[in-house]
């Protein structure tokens, strides 16, 4: 069974651009989170979507945006990029959509992406 | 607001020595779950071990086990019989329903032979 899986693994922006990254959960997950993850911050939660629907979002600006498609695959977009957006992208996917309450949350390898 | 501390940045052991990592959370709700995640430098996010804090009875998964201590809001993890695949950063994560994982900062664990 494949696992979660994350495209592409880097990425190099310059400052202003706009990025997608993309999250493919394992077969027959229907909930993906995203998180960020930098070495300040640590781990932070970004958004949830369940069925193609935005179940629940972090404390993170507008130019984070994210979607579900009917696959359950998911891409997360950042609009207008900052320095600080450098960070680990990490994808996670689970059956249910409550990730913790039944199932376990499996988390894909992530992205690095480094804006100069 | 749901809030997990790990106090210990770094921590190193020696092999098939036991260590012990300690995370404190702050949660309202009486209904949630911990977990134990760790991350090597593959980056990949495996699962050590979980708890559901309705359950009285400290989880265990081989070499690894938790002393969950509710009233204190304290989950540490032990790992016993250390081993140098061990050597990774160590997360503690809370969740309850309807929100998200919460992970605190990390602990870097060096396991050295």
Known sequence: KAGVTQTPRYLIKTRGQQVTLSCSPISGHRSVSWYQQTPGQGLQFLFEYFSETQRNKGNFPGRFSGRQFSNSRSEMNVSTLELGDSALYLCASSLYRDAGMNTEAFFGQGTRLTVV | ?113
């Open chain 2, 1 to 113: 607001a749901q809030t997990v501390t790990q106090s210990q940045p770094e921590m190193s052991v020696q092999e098939a020595e036991t260590v012990t990592l300690s995370c404190t959370y702050d949660t309202s709700e009486s209904d949630y779950y911990l977990f134990w995640y760790k991350q090597p430098p593959s980056r990949q996010m495996i699962l050590v071990i979980r708890q559901e804090a309705y359950k009285q009875q400290n989880a265990t998964e081989n070499r690894f086990s938790v002393n969950f201590q509710k009233a204190a809001k304290s989950f540490s993890l032990k790992i016993s019989d250390s081993q140098l695949g061990d050597a990774a950063m160590y997360f503690c994560a809370v969740f309850q329903a309807g929100t998200a994982l919460i992970f605190g900062k990390g602990t870097t664990l060096s396991v050295s032979s």
